[in-house]
């Protein structure tokens, strides 16, 4: 290309573009002609490489996923363990959206689905969830993480690097090609509607035509994205932004009341009755902090729900729950004191205890520790359970040493 030609596409693309390759002409006149190529060569490259990544970066997220999703035949959309409606939706919503590429999409899960909330939402929207014991279980080399953004809960998981990461909870974990995390959304399927609506996606039953490009979102899908939202936001009192109330607004139109009325509320065991009346009975309360030990449990998901129960009562602003579990103590802990931000406080109660992680939001939070070595094998000197109590209320009050 002459030098002229390389002046007339910098003005072609202009302004700074345009600057930028005159001054690299202007320096190669009288530059050794293989160098002369060599920086024409790099500044195009630099110009239209550049152009290409705006143009990228610039797409709506929900655009730039189903790209990503288009470039493999399948892929395994791994949910955390012991999925929630917020997890089950959100991998539908990727599972749909792959199906307009015509990628095939495999939805998995590690532990089990215990919670009655949780496997009525499985079984009113005859969900198709496979369990995966190791890494060798996936379906497909290609894996999108929902609702978490670090593979867990089955052996080789540290291995697993996935291609796709959408969430929105605190972390590092990112996806090779896409990586979407909104610690300030109180639930991941908020991002998934917007992705939908990234794609100019309509409701099964509007009546106006399709936008041009877009798709139809069935009843399912909006029914179960409407409860994942109000699942993780305690039905849009807790951690809301306003991104969830425009999703539910969105996906209002498209839902069957019947079925949300059908997972809303679902039969309840007897001994989850039994652990939240336990709850209640038995807490122990200084201040306006409350917490309850109640006992070896054989469904842990009735820890969460004794601790949504407890933050009922008149004057509590803070709970944590815990119970054991197969040698595993389970913290779930609820919190609606600006003072108090749950995730945190849990994180630094289990901080020196070998085999322990905890977090989550300021709203709500959990926990998992062996209980051996809370009593002490490994390094630290051991807790009993009326210590581990002393320390939930030492840093709900803000005493962090």
Known sequence: MSYQGVRSVGNALGGDRALVIDDAVDLAVSTDPLVLSLVVLAVLGAVFGGWWLVRWVRRPPGTRLKRVLASYDDVAVLMHPNPDPDAMACAMGVAEIADTVETSATLQYSGEIRHQENRAFRTVLDLDLETVESSSDLAADAVVLVDHNTPRGFTGAQTVEPVVVVDHHPGNGAGTAFT????????????????????????????????????EISSDLATGLLYGIQSDTNNLTKGCSKAEFDACAFLFPGIDEDDLDRIANPQVSDDVLQIKAKAITEKRVEGSFATCD????????????????????????????YGENDGTLHLSGRSRDDRVHMGETLRHVVSDIPMANAGGHARMGGGQLSVEHMRGIGPSDGLTCVELEDRLFAAMAGDRS
């Open 294 to 321: 109640v006992g070896t449990i054989s469904n842990v998901d009735a820890i969460p729900q004794a601790a949504d129960e407890l933050m009922h009562l008149e004057g509590v602003t803070a709970v944590v729950v």
């Open 180 to 215: 979407d995390v909104r610690p300030d959304y109180g639930a991941a399927s908020t991002i998934i509607v917007e992705y939908l609506e990234d794609m100019d996606a309509t409701m099964a039953d509007d009546d106006d035509d399709e936008s041009e490009g877009g798709f």
